[in-house]
């Protein structure tokens, strides 16, 4: 639901709720107007903010499941640890901070966290947590349970777990499951464009070695390397007319339309040459050809020099996604890439 009511009595929306602070909405209580009981705030990459009701018992009993999956593999993952020399503890609490680690291990002269999560997190949490232990001086390590809601075979990697991912310098992004049946990490490589390239066992050890660079041995990969390459699907000039005809009646992208329309520009002109960029990466919930677009719609040309501006424009309105565990600059990567292609194209169409 998109309305609910506070302890006050007074009305409040779920999009007005997200644009408070992390602080605010945990002091804050909401309530459904019909029935009166509390209510859970729900956000994420992709999915746009709004009220629910709390568990069903059905539900709660899925999730107490998962608590017993929690349970039962932080003390494997810690006695694993433990027999490799490791020093660690299970629900260590933090100093200088309130958070208490699932597993709390040192690496040499490092402390070290780690987290193992079954349940479905927001990403508002999710940067709160990583920001109190980094704060706290204990950079931290996220594992999600294969077992859990977060890893779906032979698919793309589901929206809740992109929040998760890393980047290796050599190999590309993936995110890190906790495999309950080998006791191994599990390592799932994919592309901007959520296409699984790479997947990896490695122990638990090899995953906490290195500082934020894992040694991952050529023979334990399966799949294929594949350069980051742009989608393009070649159109013809009466598809591209249908689906111009079509967007205009798209409700949840009119302004869009409205931009053009304000700053006299004539929305089939512009979108036709990059109508051909369908793909849509994990960096945005917009289409490749929506991004140069409004790129487009703000600046009327597109030009590598001005890259840096494109960038600051796209994060400030919120068409790009961020991603707490994630570098700005693999979001700048893709993007750049996406302007040169762009431009490229632009070319063809000038001859």
């Not at 609910?4 to 408070?20: T, V």
Request: with cysteine; proline share 4%.
């Amino acid at each position: 639901m998109k309305l609910a009511k506070l302890a006050s009595e007074q009305w409040i929306s779920a999009e007005e709720f997200s644009r408070k602070s992390y602080k605010e909405q945990v002091k804050l209580a909401v309530y459904c107007p019909k029935c009166h009981q509390p209510l859970l705030f729900k956000q994420g990459p992709r999915i746009r903010p709004y009220f629910a009701h709390k568990q069903s018992k059905t539900s709660q009993t899925i999730f107490n499941n998962e608590g017993e999956l929690h349970r039962k593999n932080k003390l494997i993952i810690a006695e694993l640890l433990y027999r490799n020399g490791y020093s660690c503890h299970v629900e260590e609490r933090i100093k200088l901070s309130q958070r208490r680690a699932d597993i709390y291990v040192t690496v040499g002269n490092q402390k070290l966290a780690i987290e193992l999560q079954y349940s479905p997190i927001s990403l508002v949490d999710l940067t709160m947590r990583t920001k109190d232990y980094y704060q706290a001086q204990v950079p931290v390590r996220w594992l999600l349970g294969r077992a859990s809601i977060h890893y779906k075979p032979n698919q793309h990697i589901p929206n809740m777990a992109l929040q998760f991912l890393h980047y290796h310098s050599q190999y590309g992004l993936y995110v890190p499951f906790w495999c309950e049946k080998r006791q191994l990490v599990y390592l799932q490589f994919i592309s901007y464009y959520r296409q699984c390239t790479l997947h990896a066992y490695v122990t638990i050890d090899e995953y906490l070695q290195i500082n934020g660079q894992l040694i991952i041995q050529q023979p334990i990969l399966k799949g294929e390397l594949n350069k980051e390459e742009i989608p393009y699907t070649p159109l013809l000039s009466s598809t591209k007319q249908q689906m111009i005809t079509r967007y205009q009646h798209n409700k949840q992208r009119r302004f869009i339309l409205e931009a053009c329309y304000m700053n006299k520009m004539i929305f089939a002109q512009v979108a036709c040459p990059y109508l051909s960029l369908q793909g849509q990466s994990i960096f945005t919930i917009y289409k490749d050809w929506e991004i140069i677009v409004l790129v487009l719609i703000e600046f009327q040309q597109l030009s590598l020099n001005d890259f840096e501006y494109y960038y600051q424009f796209l994060v400030n309105q919120s068409y790009l996604l961020p991603y707490g565990t994630l570098q700005p600059t693999m979001t700048r990567t893709w993007l750049r890439q996406l302007i040169s292609y762009a431009l490229e194209i632009q070319d063809k169409c000038g001859k």
